[in-house]
């Protein structure tokens, strides 16, 4: 009985560390900052799926997609909209005890009105990408 609940309290645990994104010398976090903006329901829903990923991970489709190089996304669907947070797991954000390429960095956030991700969304992901590992 003791072995279940030691391997259901593994199960349990997250296997990914969740970081926002920080602007330099202001260290604003512009997902969070979206987020605080959305109405209560549509919060706890993002919040929600981006904890599924979190437990989960590697996830798929229809939760998770691929998007371009490094970059991922979660798709929340709301009550009349689609909302999509842009992700990395990234090994250079790393935190002990889960090790390198555990912490999943929310990059950028936003109401998604076409089928496609507009490019804009995407090239200031990739932007905020380069800015925190460096590269730019």
Do not use: C, Y
Request: proline share 7%; net charge positive; hydrophobic share 40%.
């Amino acid at each position: 009985m003791v072995q279940s609940n030691t391997v259901k309290a593994v199960k349990n645990e997250p296997k990914l560390a969740v970081k926002f994104f920080q602007q330099g010398a202001s260290g604003s976090e512009p997902v969070r900052n979206w987020l605080k903006a959305l109405p209560l329901d549509e919060k706890k829903a993002i919040g929600e799926d981006i904890k599924a990923v979190q437990f989960g991970w590697p996830l798929g489709l229809p939760l998770v997609d691929h998007i371009d190089g490094d970059i991922w996304e979660v798709r929340t669907r709301l009550a009349n909209r689609i909302a999509r947070v842009l992700f990395v797991v990234d090994a250079m954000e790393a935190r002990p005890p889960l090790g390198a390429g555990t912490t999943m960095v929310l990059l950028h956030g936003f109401i998604k009105k076409d089928r496609k991700t507009p490019k804009p969304d995407l090239d200031l992901a990739k932007d905020r990408l380069k800015r925190m590992r460096g590269t730019k």
